[in-house]
Nanobody, 121 residues
Framework: QVQLVESGGGLVQPGGSLRLSCAAS????????MHWVRQAPGKGLEWVSRIYGSGDTSGGSTYYADSVKGRFTISRDDAKNTLYLQMNSLFPEDTAHYYC??????????WGQGTHVTVSS
């Protein structure tokens, strides 16, 4: 079955960096577009970033929310079935639970359990 397991969250000071990982299994990872979505405490879900898969006409293309553009970088290693989110220049408002999502917005979507990021001094 499809499994997405996030890791890499933790406590970081403002201005610091973290790299999140999402280990995927149970499907042909390389062919699927993948997303990162976050939820800050007491707030709704916020889409963060997307990377297309080889099964998409825009394979490998990346997109970002304005709130993270220029600071976050999404990437993937299809050989390792792993999705990444490199987060630099973190702000306190980046504090959130970060989810790895496959097929976001479709009936066939899958979510990981998430990993928590706290940005605080």
């Amino acid at each position: 079955q499809v499994q997405l397991v996030e890791s890499g969250g933790g406590l970081v000071q403002p201005g610091g960096s973290l790299r999140l990982s999402c280990a995927a299994s149970g499907f042909t990872f390389s062919t699927y577009g993948m997303h990162w979505v976050r939820q800050a405490p007491g707030k709704g879900l916020e889409w963060v970033s997307r990377i297309y898969g080889s099964g998409d006409t825009s394979g490998g293309s990346t997109y970002y929310a304005d709130s993270v553009k220029g600071r976050f970088t999404i990437s993937r290693d299809d050989a390792k079935n792993t999705l990444y989110l490199q987060m630099n220049s973190l702000f306190p408002e980046d504090t959130a639970h970060y989810y790895c999502v496959r097929s976001l917005g479709t009936a066939n979507n899958y979510w990981g359990q998430g990993t928590h990021v706290t940005v605080s001094s």
